[in-house]
């Protein structure tokens, strides 16, 4: 059973366009946090959520965190060919005790923007 | 910032060798460091998690005795892929987790990744 489901697993758009990106799951997120990867390369830290209904806006990047903190949204504006890359939500599902901020990934997206 | 190293960033050894696998938290000192093994285009699959001073706790279906983890420091731990075969060929990243303070969130944050190939 996967605890994160993200999608779609696959994106392939044309520069200029719009895309988002979901992530949802039946429990209730601590946290959420969305990572960037390129090929050969570990993930990258693009933003962390923490509150239900926060917005975070990272340049034409746009995060949302629902309200009852289940499911999370990445929005990228006018996309570039330097956003191609594996997009990953990752969620630590349960706060404090030994849990260390050990993360669930979701599947992860791999988008693709062509010139 | 919060900068994670890995070393080696390749490596090619033999079926029956062993490689060591440093991961460092270059300006922190991390609570956690955990590792994951990476197929092409797939997720990060999270092998075990390393705390400074305990045994390490490995994740359902992990060999503890095949992937031997030491994490000696704040800053340091390493995984000793031990007796490597072929099918141990994989993207083995660290990563080192600081926050977590007064009920915070805790982030994490990884390295470049070992890419290991056993011939």
């Known amino acids: 059973t996967q605890l994160l489901e993200q999608s779609p697993q696959f994106l392939s758009i044309q520069e200029g366009e719009n895309l988002t990106v979901y992530c949802n799951s039946s429990s209730v997120f601590s946290s959420l946090q969305w990572y960037r990867q390129e090929p050969g390369e570990g993930p990258v830290l693009l933003v962390t959520v923490v509150t239900g209904g926060e917005v975070k806006k990272l340049k034409r990047l746009t995060f949302q965190f629902g309200d009852a903190r289940k499911d999370s949204s990445l929005h990228i504006t006018a996309a570039q060919p330097g956003d191609t890359g594996l997009y990953l939500c990752a969620a630590t599902l349960y706060a404090g005790g030994t849990s260390y901020g050990k993360l669930t990934f979701g599947q992860g997206t791999i988008l693709t923007v062509h010139p | 910032g919060a900068v994670v190293s890995q070393h080696p960033s390749r490596v090619i050894c033999k079926s029956g060798t062993s490689v060591k696998i440093e991961c460092r938290s270059l300006?922190?000192?991390?609570?956690?460091m955990f590792w994951y093994r990476q197929f092409p285009k797939q997720s990060l699959m999270l092998m075990a998690t390393?705390?400074?001073?305990?045994?390490?706790?490995?994740e359902q279906g992990v060999e503890k005795d095949k992937f031997l983890i030491n994490h000696a420091s704040l800053t340091l731990s390493t995984l000793t892929v031990t007796s490597a075969h072929p099918e141990d060929s994989s993207f083995y990243i660290c990563?080192?987790?600081?926050?977590?303070?007064?009920?915070?969130?805790?982030?994490?944050?990884f390295g470049p990744g070992t890419r290991l190939t056993v011939t």
């Open positions: 990563s080192a987790t600081r926050g977590g303070l007064a009920g915070g969130p805790y982030e994490q944050y």
């Open positions: 390393s705390n400074e001073g305990s045994k390490a706790t490995y």
């Open positions: 300006d922190f000192q991390a609570t956690t």
